[in-house]
């Protein structure tokens, strides 16, 4: 009510009970997904911005002459007052809902007059000593009115004598400074920088912080950067466990106006500051943005880190040049080197950093290698590899360095031949889970060598028994390294023999993914035994069947293409087909046809007198052909969500290819409703094959197999594919006819160009010989 006088609505009138307008509590909710709103002071007269000041008044259900203020215009919000943080903000509760902790809903009225009595010292002398600049005499402070007024009628004791001053003053000295000489004893308020800087650099909490910087307004911008390293650094603490989700709203919008002031000129006063002081702020500014902050919040943080690494980069050029003397530690490299832009220009710590990099211990280098593959940094990468690739090598390195040092360059693709070479000579005395590890990182590089091949014959000559020990991921990252380096084929026997004494303790996904490695692992000199692959498909069969109803239709397709090529090897083999041969059956309605072509060519080896094959066959002569009896809105509508998935023709023509050879195991009802069917669908869409499926089709009709075991239809799909192949060669006649066309114009053109050219420069040189 105070700062009403100066408001617009008010003319710098006195202030009037009952009168509308000047400044009132307000707050900004967003009408979707509507959350936690600061409370601000806004000016608005009579009418005006009621969505953002009005209250409703409403009784408190607990507590007796207590009241809540919900929103006008946001049924569901209230004002609210947070205990700790002394901030009021608007929260959704939902009726009859819990208070959060820390959090005050219910207010009493008291009169106006009352507030006198909440009145603290600092809020009397902070205006008395604001009136006057720099320095104020205590007696001045002691004669002001207001002074006097509050210690006679407030606190209606005698005023302090100078050692009560004094002791108020220098015991909140992040406030006041106190000095007593000559002159007498006198007071000065600290500056923003001083005072809120020294809050901040002293902050030790995330709530601290989050109340710091929501109370700080206008003042934070002007901050120097360095109060800003404390107070990200007691954000980035997080919030007790248990807290409520406005708890975590106040962490949030305190990285958000931190961000945001440093946006908005803190930033600036960076820059004279040494590479020490800021890999400070880089390491702080590591945890900010991370994939749970707020998209605004991530995208703040971006750009500070931007703005944050020209100022390196720009730093780190004047100490190269020697115009700066700053220390540049292998300790300060991984946070400087996760910097935006650092990629193409990281070799410059390379030459600044001291002690020479050459000299840093291994497991520093290693730290700034993972750091520089991380931020794309190649030429720092490399640099900084080699070296500790030599640490690495030397003698008498212990084997846990050895195996550290080649995870860490296999994984940014460095240095692999000689990652695969220390692996060689180390792949005995390496415990086998690292060996393990390191060979399927070299091989998911696709990296082929004579020394992988030794490693991993080692691993081989562990047995299926140790790797049976090893954690599941690592064997199906060795399998899926094996599909695109060979050179890891000669452990693949032992891991598969590993997987199947556990495979029933995996989770059914994890079953697939090795089964489709095994499967299309690259082989070598020996691959994997039919009796231990026939093994593996047994013990998959038993461990995926009773989930097959939860997997997804692209999981039971990838597991009845591992499975294919082995549905005969023995009696055993053929159970896990048969599982999900059974499943399709079951869901055959429900899948893509897309889909459904891609398991009948997984499932084709069970052979056409399995009764599943026979059901799959009979389903699609059902669904391939041209249904026109519904003429119903509801027959047709499903015939338009059903097109959307139905097969191309030159689809149609590979199930054709896929059944063919099943065609005479078959029942003869079955063969003849399947392949109507594909005839009939052919025959709908034979203008839109390509030219190499129409022709392989024709050859199909001509022989009587596949599509031309349509024994009714046949003549009359053979004229169909015979006229779209005609009409297609007559359309190419036409664009070449055109195309000669334009190109006899063009040409006819450009001669009657070249014609006038000659005449004109006839004429010119006649006019020419005429003047001379």
């Known amino acids: ?54 209250f409703i008044v409403i009784p408190s259900p607990l507590y007796d002459n207590a009241f809540r203020f919900e929103a006008a215009y946001r049924k569901g919000f209230y004002l609210a007052f947070r205990c700790g943080g002394t901030q009021l903000r608007m929260i959704p509760l939902s009726p009859g809902g819990t208070v959060p902790p820390k959090v005050v809903v219910d207010f009493q009225l008291v009169d106006f007059q009352a507030m006198f009595k909440f009145i603290d010292v600092e809020e009397v002398l902070r205006p008395v000593i604001e009136s006057h600049n720099g320095w104020v005499s205590l007696d001045k402070v002691k004669a002001d009115q207001n002074v006097a007024a509050y210690f006679s009628n407030i606190l209606q004791r005698p005023m302090w004598d100078d050692d009560d001053f004094q002791s108020y003053f220098e015991g909140h000295f992040e406030m006041w400074e106190w000095r007593c000489d000559s002159d007498g004893p006198a007071v000065r308020l600290r500056g923003v920088d001083e005072r809120l800087g020294y809050a901040l650099e002293h902050v030790r909490t995330c709530e601290e912080a989050s109340k710091l910087l929501s109370e700080s307004g206008d003042d934070l911008p002007r901050l120097h950067w360095r109060y800003a390293v404390p107070a990200f650094e007691a954000l980035n603490k997080g919030t007790e466990s248990g807290e409520d989700v406005s708890a975590l709203l106040q962490r949030m919008e305190g990285h958000r106006r931190l961000l945001t002031a440093m946006l908005n000129g803190m930033l600036s006063t960076a820059s004279e500051a040494s590479l020490p002081q800021l890999v400070r702020l880089a390491r702080v500014l590591k945890d900010v943005g991370g994939k749970d902050a ?70 520093k280098l290693l730290e700034s290698v993972a750091a520089a593959n991380l931020a794309g940094a190649a030429a720092f990468a490399m640099d900084a590899g080699k070296l500790a690739l030599r640490l690495a090598t030397q003698e008498g390195v212990p084997v846990g360095d050895v195996a550290s040092t080649l995870q860490t360059l296999c994984a940014g693709g460095l240095l692999l031949d000689g990652c695969a070479a220390a692996l060689t000579r180390s792949a005995k005395a390496m415990p086998v889970v690292e060996l393990l590890q390191i060979a399927a990182m070299l091989g998911e590089k696709g990296f082929e060598g004579s020394e992988l091949v030794a490693s991993c014959q080692v691993l081989q000559s562990y047995g299926g028994g140790i790797l049976a020990k090893m954690p599941y991921a690592d064997l199906i990252a060795v399998a899926v390294a094996a599909t695109k380096s060979s050179s890891l084929s000669s452990c693949i026997p032992a891991v598969v023999e590993g997987a199947v004494s556990v495979l029933s303790t995996w989770p059914a996904a994890d079953v697939i993914r090795l089964l489709l490695a095994v499967a299309k692992a690259k082989k070598g000199e020996e691959g994997v035994a039919p009796s231990l ?39 055993g083999s053929k159970e896990l087909l048969e599982a999900v041969a ?191």
């Open 1 to 54: 009510r105070a700062l009403e006088p100066r408001s617009r609505s008010s003319a710098g009138e006195k202030v009037v009970a009952g009168r509308p307008g000047g400044y009132n509590l307000g707050f900004e909710i967003a009408e979707v997904n509507g959350r936690e709103s600061d409370i601000k002071l806004i000016e608005a007269g009579k009418g005006e911005m009621k969505e953002n000041v009005n």
């Open 294 to 363: 707020a998209p605004d919040v991530a995208q703040k943080a971006t750009e500070v880190c931007s703005t944050l690494s020209k100022l390196v980069l720009a730093r780190a050029a004047l100490v190269e040049k020697g115009a700066v003397a700053d220390l540049v530690t292998v300790e300060d490299l991984p946070a400087f080197l996760a910097l935006p832009g650092m990629r193409s220009s990281s070799d410059v710590f390379t030459r600044i950093v001291r002690p020479p990099l050459k000299e840093a211990p291994l497991d």
């Open 533 to 571: 692959w026939a093994a593996l498909l047994r013990e998959a069969a038993a461990t995926v069947a009773p989930h097959l109803g939860e997997l997804p239709a692209a999981e039971l397709i990838r597991l009845a293409l591992a499975a294919k090529t082995s549905a005969t090897a023995s009696d």
């Open 582 to 772: 059974k499943e399709a059956c079951r869901r055959l309605s429900d899948l893509p046809q897309a889909h459904l072509l891609l398991l009948t060519q997984g499932l084709a080896s069970l052979g056409g007198d399995h009764p599943a094959i026979r059901q799959i066959c009979n389903f699609w002569g059902e669904v391939l052909r041209d249904d026109t009896s519904g003429t119903d809105e509801v027959s047709k509508r499903r015939k338009e969500v059903e097109a959307k998935n139905t097969l191309s023709g030159e689809q149609v023509a590979k199930l054709a290819v896929v059944l063919d050879p099943l065609r005479a195991d078959l029942d003869s009802n079955v063969a003849e409703h399947c392949f109507s069917g594909i005839g009939t669908r052919l025959l709908a869409t034979a203008r839109s094959l390509p030219e190499a499926a129409r022709k392989s089709l024709l050859e199909q009709v001509r022989k009587g197999e596949g599509a031309g075991s349509w024994e009714s239809g046949r003549e009359k799909l053979r004229r169909a594919l015979e006229k779209s192949g005609r009409s297609k060669s007559r359309s190419k006649s036409r664009k070449r006819s055109r195309s000669r066309s334009r190109n006899r114009s063009r040409s006819r053109s450009k001669r009657k160009k070249r014609r006038r050219s000659s005449s004109s420069d006839s004429r010119r040189r006649k006019r020419s010989r005429s003047r001379s």
